[in-house]
């Protein structure tokens, strides 16, 4: 069974940093990444990382946030600097191996 957990969200001032994780287990996936919605707006990428260390990043995210792997945890990092409110909405992790998978989300405000 496969699961994924994402932990790391919460309230945080313009100019400031999170760091989320997302934990999958139960297969072996070839790629891992982020990707976030806001209210009112499509779900997008924000990040992705595959077996092989193939990294990609969202336009508006370039420069400001990292990806990151663990292969040994099977966890997933994203380290998010210089935050802006614009950056505000609900990270959802997404594994995919044999199947696809999401997370539940994570809450991130970005609010003075």
């Known amino acids: 069974q496969v699961q994924v957990v994402e932990s790391g969200g919460g309230l945080v001032q313009p100019g400031g940093s999170l760091r989320l994780a997302c934990a999958a287990s139960?297969?072996?996936?070839?790629?891992m990444a982020w990707y976030r919605q806001a209210p009112g707006k499509e779900r997008e990428l924000v990040a992705s990382?595959?077996?092989?260390?193939?990294?990609a990043y969202g336009t508006s995210v370039k420069g400001r946030f990292t990806i990151s792997k663990d292969n040994a945890k099977n966890t997933v990092y994203l380290q998010m600097n210089s935050l802006k409110p614009e950056d505000t909405a609900v990270y959802y992790c997404?594994?995919?191996?044999?199947?696809?998978?999401w997370g539940q989300g994570t809450q991130v405000t970005v609010s003075s």
């Open positions: 990382i595959t077996s092989g260390g193939y990294i």
């Open positions: 139960g297969s072996i996936f070839s790629i």
């Open positions: 997404f594994v995919a191996g044999r199947g696809s998978y």
